[in-house]
Every structure is written in C-alpha cells, then in structure tokens.
C-alpha cells in the first residue's frame, strides 16, 4: 500500500515536471488569485475599522435621548362627515431628560455596558471680533467624555485636563480656530440658541481628522452649557452608553429604552448610509476577489484537462497493470493541490509585501495612512478557499481519468 502511494507520487511528479511552463502558468494564476483575495479582504477590513473609528471618535455606542413628539391630526366629531386638515409638526417640548443621575446610575448596573456619560448639546455663534462662525458645543464631564471618544488622542495643543481645571475653558477643533485666529490662551465668545453669551478661554485644540468637525465642534464643561442654555446643573439632553461589543449594540438599544422611558439608538441606526454603504463595499469586494480566485481554479481545471487527453493511454496501461480509479483519482489530485500550494504560498508572499507597502503609504485627509492591515483571519481564509478551489479544480478531472475504460481505450 505504502510503495503504491509512493509510485502515485512519483507520477504526480512526473506530470508537473514534464509540464514545467503549463505548472508554472497554473501557479501563477493561483498567486495571482489568492494575492488579490488577501489583500482585497484585508483593504475591506481596512476600510471598516477605519471608518467605524472616525464614527466612535464623536458618536456613542449608544445614545439616549429623548425623542420628538409629532402632533397627532385632529379628528372629526362624533357623526360629523366634515373633512379634517391634517399637518402634523413637532411638539415644541423641551429634550430635557428627567432625574439623569438615576438613568445613569440603571444604565451603569447593566450587564456589557463600559461606560455611561452625560451629554448637554448647544447650537452656538463662535466670535471673536468681527467673524462669526455656526457650529455645536458639547457640555461634557471631560474625563468621562475621553474615556469614551478618546478626546486626548485628537488634542494637539493644550491639555484636556486644563478644562477640568476651567470652569470657563473650551477646546475647540483646530478648523474654528484658524477661522477665528485663536491659541490656546487667548479668549473667545459663544453665543448659545437661547441667546446667552459667554467669554471663554480656549484651553486646548483637537484635530479630529474630519474636516466638517473640526470647523464646527467644541467642547467646553458641562455646567458652561447648563448656563448657555438657561439651565440647571440637572439639565441633561444626551446619555451617552459603550457596551462591551459596539457590533451588538442594537440589541440592547430596544432594552434600554424600554429601561429607561427614553429613545435609545445606537450608532449603526444613526450612521445608517455608513453602514449600508460599508455593506455594499464588503459584498463588491467579495465577489471580486472570488471570482478571481475561480479564475485560477478554472486554470488549474484546463491544464489537468489537458494532462489527461495527452495521458490517456498511459492511464488506460496503469489501470491495466491494476491500478484502481482511486489511485487515478489520487494522482491527479496530488498533482493540483501541489500546483495549488506552490500558487498559494507565493500568493500569501506577495499579499504580505503589498499589504506591507500601502500601510506605510500616507494618503492625506480624513483617512491618514492608508486603511489597510494585517489581518491574520483574512489570511487563514485566503489560504482555506485556495485549497478548497484547487482541490475541486483537482478532483473534477481527476474523476473522469478513474473512470476511463482500459478496454476501450486499446480498442481504439
């Protein structure tokens, strides 16, 4: 049995090494395959991570809020057939969330959830002497809000902690301090929708690498923008919640709205075109990088094809000298899966080096270095459905050579 599989071998052998240019061609077409599946998986992945970073640097998980009521239409009286007008508009209602301390203190004892932090958003005029620019302030308790957003990674001059220290203090996004002509240190005005003023200190700049953001968000203390708002120290529109796995934070949004009586959304519900559009890119690709793979397979296919039409004859003696359609069979398996592995191994080769140069490759913008990474899974799965194609690519053609009839074949 053991010589038997050796001769099966050495055929094998035989078959790749008499078909040098038509192997290396076939290999060349699995490299090729699995190289652009790797590295079209590992950009996709690139682009994910990427992306969904840039959302969690200003969107939560979660976000509590309460939502706006729609006025209901009027209806007719009892037995009247008078017809009724219907133009709905938005209860004007204040989004203040009542007794937040309790809600952040339920919301902190659920299973999976990291972190709860309260949020107060202002819509403000930025001034300083004759420039005005629009744009949102958010009220946070900073060290909180880092935690959460990791608000300290963006700063690029002053300190987060200078506006703990500040009851005054505003860190503003570099795109409104370059409109404004301010650094850290000098004074700068902010006028909230309920028309209040304040003087603040820009204590620090942060640079998200989005551009719409840093032109038009700050942060300044969240008791600032109770007071820009009118309000009192209890005064919370927002409640911002992580869980431990952002990817299953819809399933506890439906929960702790009904926990807490308040709308709950999480972030893929509200960067929905986002998320289609991430889904769209991952279905593209993977169809892409597939196809191509199938190619290769195709490849492999057509030149054992080959192999056998040529063969024939000395497949019809093997089995004549007692040779089963399984020894066949394994024959022409072995000699694709060695065809496959050496595309395989040369295809992950490549993969890595490209992988490795457009990583180090900076783009600019929003994005920064290209959005490409090692993902070893990528990697492992490339490595799986190119044995999976080259083994069908293999067997396919291998069948027919062990059911050729010896018989016929001399008859010929």
Same mark, same amino acid.
């Given at each position: 049995m053991?010589?038997?599989?050796?001769?099966n071998?050495?055929?094998?052998?035989?078959y790749?090494?008499? $078909?040098?240019?038509?192997?290396?061609?076939?290999?060349?077409?699995?490299?090729?395959?699995?190289?652009?599946?790797?590295?079209?998986?590992?950009m996709?992945?690139?682009? &994910?991570?990427k992306s969904?970073?840039?959302?969690f640097?200003s969107?939560?998980?979660?976000?509590v809020?309460?939502?706006?009521?729609?006025?209901?239409?009027?209806?007719p009286e009892?037995g009247?057939?008078?017809?009724?007008?219907?133009?709905?508009?938005?209860?004007?209602?204040?989004?203040?969330?009542?007794?937040?301390?309790?809600?952040?203190s339920?919301?902190?004892?659920?299973?999976?959830?990291?972190?709860?932090?309260?949020?107060?958003?202002?819509?403000?005029?930025? *001034? *300083?002497?004759?420039?005005q620019?629009t744009?949102?302030?958010y009220?946070?308790?900073i060290?909180? %809000? &880092?935690k959460?957003?990791?608000?300290?990674?963006?700063?690029?001059?002053?300190?987060?902690? /200078?506006? $703990?220290?500040?009851?005054?203090?505003?860190?503003l996004?570099?795109?409104?301090?370059?409109?404004?002509?301010?650094?850290?240190?000098?004074?700068i005005?902010?006028t909230s929708?309920?028309?209040?003023?304040?003087?603040m200190?820009?204590?620090?700049?942060?640079?998200?690498?989005?551009?719409?953001?840093?032109?038009?968000?700050?942060?300044?203390?969240?008791? %600032?923008?109770?007071?820009?708002?009118?309000e009192?120290a209890?005064?919370?529109? /927002?409640?911002?919640?992580?869980?431990?796995?952002?990817?299953?934070a819809?399933?506890?949004?439906?929960?702790?709205?009904?926990l807490?009586?308040?709308?709950?959304?999480?972030?893929?519900?509200?960067?929905?075109t986002?998320?289609?559009?991430?889904?769209?890119?991952?279905?593209?690709?993977?169809?892409i990088?597939?196809?191509?793979?199938l190619?290769?397979?195709?490849?492999?296919?057509?030149?054992?094809?080959?192999?056998?039409?040529?063969?024939?004859?000395?497949?019809?003696?093997?089995?004549?000298?007692?040779?089963?359609?399984? &020894?066949?069979?394994r024959?022409?398996?072995?000699? %694709?899966?060695?065809?496959?592995?050496?595309?395989?191994?040369?295809?992950?080769?490549?993969?890595v080096?490209l992988?490795?140069?457009?990583s180090?490759?900076?783009?600019?913008? &929003?994005i920064?270095?290209?959005?490409?990474?090692?993902?070893?899974?990528?990697?492992f799965?490339?490595?799986?459905f190119?044995?999976?194609?080259?083994?069908?690519?293999?067997?396919?053609?291998a069948?027919k %050579?062990?059911?050729?009839?010896?018989v016929?074949?001399?008859?010929?």
């Open positions: 053991r010589y038997r599989h050796n001769i071998s050495e055929i094998s052998m035989t790749i090494v008499t $078909k040098k240019k038509l192997t290396l061609v076939a290999a060349l077409g699995v490299t090729i395959g699995i190289a652009i599946y790797i590295f079209m998986n590992s996709m992945v690139g682009f &994910d991570k969904t970073e840039l959302v640097r969107t939560a998980h979660i976000r809020y309460k939502d706006e009521v729609m006025s209901l239409p009027l209806l009892k009247s057939n008078l017809p009724v007008i219907i133009n709905p508009s938005v209860v004007p209602e204040s989004d203040k969330i009542v007794d937040p301390e309790k809600i952040i339920l919301l902190r004892q659920q299973p999976d959830v990291t972190m709860v932090t309260p949020q107060v958003t202002v819509s403000v005029f930025y *001034n *300083n002497g004759k420039s620019i744009g949102s302030s009220g946070v308790r060290a909180e %809000a &880092d959460m957003f990791n608000i300290g990674t963006t700063v690029v001059e002053g300190s987060i902690q /200078d506006l $703990k220290n500040t009851p005054n203090g505003i860190l996004g570099v795109g409104i301090a370059a409109k404004m002509s301010v650094r850290p240190g000098d004074n005005t902010i929708s309920r028309n209040v003023t304040k003087v200190k820009v204590v620090g700049l942060f640079q998200s690498n989005n551009s719409q953001i840093d032109k038009t968000k700050s942060y300044i203390n969240i008791s %600032a923008a109770q007071q820009l708002l009118q009192g209890g005064y919370v529109s /927002d409640i911002n919640v992580s869980v431990t796995n952002p990817d299953n819809a399933n506890y949004s439906a929960k702790f709205s009904d807490t009586g308040y709308k709950a959304e999480d972030w893929k519900a509200a960067n929905a986002l998320v289609a559009a991430s889904n769209m890119r991952r279905i593209m690709i993977t169809v990088a597939l196809s191509i793979l190619v290769a397979g195709f490849g492999i296919y057509n030149i054992l094809n080959m192999t056998i039409t040529q063969k024939i004859n000395d497949i019809a003696i093997l089995k004549a000298m007692g040779f089963r359609g399984r &020894d066949v069979v024959i022409f398996v072995q000699q %694709a899966m060695i065809i496959g592995m050496i595309g395989i191994l040369i295809g992950v080769l490549l993969a080096l992988v490795f140069q457009l180090r490759t900076y783009v600019g913008g &929003d920064g270095y290209f959005p490409i990474r090692f993902e070893w899974p990528v990697f799965r490339g490595l799986i190119g044995l999976i194609v080259t083994l069908g690519a293999g067997y396919i053609p069948k %050579a062990a059911n050729v009839d010896p016929s074949i001399f008859r010929r």
